[in-house]
């Protein structure tokens, strides 16, 4: 299907829809499909098969921000052979050490985990949000 996507990405078509196999969840650009499941495609930006240097090279522009990085520990996206927690913490360390939230059985969505996930969001800004005379938490 990367093949594909390719070839209708080449031929000025990156804007058509993949075939349903592609996704049979969603309609799908070529485009987009290549942009998400390419190896180093434009938003290939977590995967496990990139290097430590490949994921700072992706993220390292965020190391001056505070960050946190909420992963879905049961997400059915990421493959069953993926070592999560080590992803996780790789993730991390490309950020500039973010905050790491790990959501057990969490989905893709995080939709089976709403308030856990709020709230670790909530907790972060008041934590590490902004300080001073635009802090919302004042």
Known sequence: MIDLASSM????RGSELMPNEADPSAPITAYRYHSL???MGDDDMFSSD???DQLKQRLGH???IPCQVIFSMADEYVPEYVDKKSLVARLCRALGDAEKVEIEYGNHSLSNRVEEAVRAMVDFVKRDGPKGWDD???
């Open 9 to 12: 990405i080449k031929e000025g």
């Open 37 to 39: 499941c390419a190896y």
């Open 50 to 52: 990139l290097s430590d």
């Open 62 to 64: 965020m190391t001056t």
């Open 136 to 138: 919302p938490w004042n």
